[in-house]
């Protein structure tokens, strides 16, 4: 049984490609924040540095897997975490914490929750390197 057209919609949702990944953005039109969907098929690619004054992140890696590091304040070291869709995890990253990630596996998916729509005023960025943070992969 299908159901009649009356009774369903089908929205188009935004999409951004560049050099780093491919992004859904604003997926279920929330009224308080957004879902996006990033997908990122290079491994050689960083996505870094920047922080929110106000926003809360929630990511979630779908497919593949990811090193995320997050900064709290700008002498701090960089910690490091790991994403995987063999654990299932919520990485929650409140305001004020610099973060960034890498891809580990080509064709990675991260699914990413924002608690407020994004606003460009709230993002204060910094350069790849200004933490002499290391993002290669350990030998082990």
């Known amino acids: 049984m ?14 951004h490609e560049d050099d780093r990944a491919q992004r859904l953005l604003d997926v279920f039109e929330l009224k308080d924040g957004q879902i996006n969907v990033s997908y990122v098929n290079s491994t050689s690619h960083v996505v870094a540095w920047h922080k929110h004054l106000k926003q809360t992140d929630r990511w979630v890696c779908l497919k593949g897997s990811f090193k995320v590091g997050l900064v709290e304040d700008e002498n701090d070291e960089v910690d490091w975490t790991y994403l995987s869709d063999k654990r299932q995890e919520v990485l929650i990253i409140p305001p004020g914490w610099y973060h960034g990630y890498r891809a580990l596996e080509p064709g990675s998916i991260l ?5 407020c729509k994004y606003d460009p005023d ?3 960025r910094v350069e790849i390197g200004h933490f002499d943070e290391d993002w290669g992969i350990e030998n082990r």
């Open 2 to 15: 299908s159901l009649p057209k009356e009774n369903y919609d089908i929205q188009q949702v935004s999409f």
């Open 111 to 115: 699914m990413y929750h924002m608690d």
């Open 122 to 124: 709230d993002v204060l």
